[in-house]
């Protein structure tokens, strides 16, 4: 069984109020088709038909504060409990504490061990590279994990050879922010099958989205609500074309921010785990989750880690 894995930054399941959490007021059909017309709000948990299951998972895991970038990512990459072990929540980037947790590749290195295939799908431009060889920037626990399992993170040239995707899915960014006017801009739908086809090559594909968390600190609801309507686009791509008899597709996030526009921290909301396949291999991956220690091993049963 494969597993995608779609990381949304900073998504909690929030109230239903349009006037602070933008999925009450994005138009979002795909979504609301696959949970039978509800909305990923705080409600709407726990929730399960033949496509989907969604759980709120706990990230706060016993440790006071609000969840932060560096250890929720962390827990979600080795099924440790990084931040009672370490005693604090932290983000945005890992310290030398945290860092030293990933230093085995987390999921990724067992994969490698097991001689499974894995991949962050996320391209990195040029000026990404120059940032971490320079030192102006450093790894996010993300890539620092999939760095130090000995793959490699996919290039300008991969994101131009088809092999890797930008972070918002489209390519617009690459165009707009990053100066290649040149880019060819995918629909969200087409952006969404193509999603499908690179993970499809892999027993482990991870995709990163940042932006959500971003939009969540500036407190932007026409920013928020075009990501969410856009990332609708791509899921119904991706399930035009996914098998769901073959493999699983996992969306969840590492702690509250963009449901709640009204503050600009991160929020103690939980987090949502929408799993999408048939039913059996749900039921199994879902099978006593409830906070984010448990998203790690579920990955690993299901593509048959030993």
Do not use: C
Request: charge should be negative; proline fraction near 7%.
């Amino acid at each position: 069984m494969r597993v995608l894995f779609l990381f949304l930054d900073g998504i909690g399941l929030g109230a239903d109020d349009p006037e602070t959490n933008p999925f009450s007021r994005a138009d979002m059909p795909t979504l609301r088709a696959l949970l039978d017309g509800r909305r990923l709000l705080a409600d709407s948990a726990p929730f399960a038909n033949g496509r989907a299951s969604l759980l709120a998972l706990d990230a706060e895991l016993g440790v006071k504060g609000p969840p932060q970038s560096a250890t929720g990512q962390a827990v979600l990459l080795t099924g440790r409990n990084i931040p009672a072990e370490v005693g604090y929540h932290y983000g945005p980037k890992p310290n030398p504490e945290v860092a030293s947790m990933l230093a085995d590749g987390g999921l990724f290195g067992r994969m490698q061990a097991a001689g499974k295939t894995s991949a962050l799908l996320n391209a990195y431009p040029p000026r990404y590279f120059d940032g971490i060889g320079s030192g102006k920037r450093l790894y996010s626990s993300i890539p620092l994990a999939v760095t130090n399992a000995g793959l490699t993170l996919f290039t300008e040239a991969d994101f131009f050879e088809g092999r890797g995707l930008s972070a918002d899915f489209t390519g617009q960014g690459w165009r707009d922010m990053l100066g290649y006017p040149d880019v060819q801009v995918h629909g969200p739908k087409e952006a969404g099958e193509k999603l499908s086809t690179l993970a499809a090559q892999y027993d482990l594909a991870f995709f990163e989205y940042w932006a959500s968390d971003y939009a969540g600190h500036k407190q932007d609801m026409p920013w928020a609500v075009r990501q969410l309507e856009t990332f609708d686009g791509v899921l119904a791509g991706l399930l035009d074309t996914w098998n769901l008899d073959e493999g699983l597709i996992l969306l969840t996030s590492d702690h509250g921010n963009m449901e709640d526009l009204s503050v600009r921290r991160h929020t103690s909301a939980p987090v949502p785990a929408l799993v999408i396949g048939a039913p059996e291999a749900r039921g199994k991956f879902t099978a006593g989750m409830s906070d984010l220690t448990h998203v790690a091993p579920a990955i690993w049963r299901a593509v048959g880690g030993e």
